[in-house]
């Protein structure tokens, strides 16, 4: 299947799954109802149509992938269509930007107008290794930290002595609205948590929280969910220094503040 966008009348996302018969491409609509951005982890694709000296002038790609978003369990998926440019053909190991359906992330549109060709990053290298400026940095950039599958329904369930509503407000900055404060703790240690739709994990960190008021400090556990296994790496080392909203009268309610992470 291809996905392509098409024109709505309601200003809901529409894709449309475009098969070839007999030399034409004929289109069902497939409507995406709660599109959000998320990312397709190319595992294996279909070779370069010319690496043979065969001129091909509409190739079909197969991509086999995995298809992550923020507060979705990461899915499996298969792309199969003709609408891939040649110039951006995948490879195994790239990650292509996608609108997916949040009800249903079997339904995507890889965004190709956001994926640079091999030259142009390979010229974005070039200059930042030159140290003329930095490489662009990405229109869709990779969520800093993970929402569980669980935050997306209205549960009663406390995690970092926060319900998930919570959770998504003191993430977005409104942390003072909970009573919730500014500080800094340091990772005294880690140990993963079992099941979990995160790519990097969940993971309960142990540490060392700096009292807000100048007091004495306190030892507390805060969970975390990440996006990628390198980002969990560089959290959860003994020693890192974490930004943290706590809540003084209630030790137990701990979040890491991700606007504040490095």
């Known amino acids: 299947m291809a996905f392509e966008a098409a024109p ?3 200003g ?41 000296g065969e001129t091909v002038l509409l190739p079909r790609c197969v991509i086999d992938g995995v298809i992550t978003a923020e507060r979705l369990a990461a899915t499996a998926v298969q792309h199969s269509g003709y609408d891939v440019p040649k110039p951006k053909w995948p490879r195994p190991g790239m990650m292509l930007p996608v609108t997916v359906d949040r009800a249903d992330p079997r339904r995507f549109r890889i ?22 400026g930095q490489p662009d940095a990405p229109r ?9 599958v669980e935050h997306a329904a209205a549960s009663p369930a406390l995690v970092n002595g926060l319900t998930p509503q919570q959770t998504e407000i ?38 060392a929280v ?23 790496e560089s959290r959860t080392a003994p020693g890192v220094e974490l930004p943290v909203l706590v809540d003084p009268d209630n030790r137990k309610r701990i979040i890491v503040d991700v606007a504040r992470l490095a």
């Open 140 to 148: 869709r950039p990779f969520p800093r930290i993970w929402r569980e």
């Open 170 to 207: 003191a993430l977005a900055g409104a942390g003072a609205a909970l009573g919730l404060v500014q500080t800094t703790a340091t990772v005294l240690s880690a140990h993963e948590v079992r099941p979990s739709s995160a790519p990097g994990g969940t993971w309960d960190i142990a540490v």
């Open 111 to 132: 965004e190709w107008d956001q994926v640079p060709t091999g030259r142009e990053a390979a010229e974005q290298l070039a200059e930042h290794l030159r140290g003329n």
């Open 210 to 232: 700096n009292d807000p008021n100048g007091a004495a400090g306190w030892d507390a556990v805060t969970r975390m969910s990440f996006s990628s296994a390198s980002r969990r």
């Open 12 to 52: 809901a996302v529409f894709v449309c799954d475009h098969t070839r018969k007999n030399e034409s491409a004929q289109v069902r609509p497939m409507r995406i109802t709660n599109p959000v951005d998320g990312w397709l982890q190319v595992e294996s694709c279909s070779p370069f149509p010319d690496v043979a």
């Open 8 to 10: 709505s009348h309601d």
